[in-house]
């Protein structure tokens, strides 16, 4: 029972990346998925997040309109296309769920909500 996390890479400022996060073992569809970023030397931050059954989608302000979450459930598998990138982007990211709840609504930033973690993938961007 895990969570797989892939796709990053270095990647030069403006240009893109797909994120894929992957459960095996348990079905992803029935549960929100939040996708979260560590920088160095910054604390851990959420920056996206997916709802099951309805898919509202969450992005924090930094994000909004480079970023998209997306899933499929048939494949159990949540994407994070990142579009347009900056340095500051540079980071370790990671996906997370709970294998308990569909939606944690305005809250689904939050750390404390989600106790199943990918391994992380590295997305680096420079030139």
């Known amino acids: 029972v895990q969570l797989q996390a892939s796709g990053g890479g270095l990647v030069q400022p403006g240009g893109s990346l797909r994120l894929s996060c992957t459960a095996s073992?348990?079905?992803?569809?029935?549960?929100?998925v939040a996708w979260f970023r560590q920088a160095p030397g910054k604390e851990r931050e959420g920056i996206s997040g997916?709802?099951?059954?309805?898919?509202?989608?969450y992005y924090v302000q930094s994000v909004k309109g480079r970023f998209t979450i997306s899933r499929d459930d048939a494949k159990d598998t949540v994407y994070l296309e990142l579009n347009d990138l900056k340095p500051e982007d540079t980071a370790i990211y990671y996906c997370?769920?709970?294998?308990?709840?569909?939606?944690?609504?305005?809250?689904?930033?939050?750390?404390?909500?989600?106790?199943?973690w990918g391994q992380g993938t590295q997305v680096t961007v420079s030139s």
């Open positions: 997370a769920t709970d294998r308990k709840t569909a939606d944690y609504g305005p809250s689904w930033y939050r750390r404390v909500h989600y106790d199943f």
């Open positions: 073992g348990f079905s992803l569809g029935y549960y929100a």
């Open positions: 997916i709802s099951a059954n309805t898919g509202i989608k």
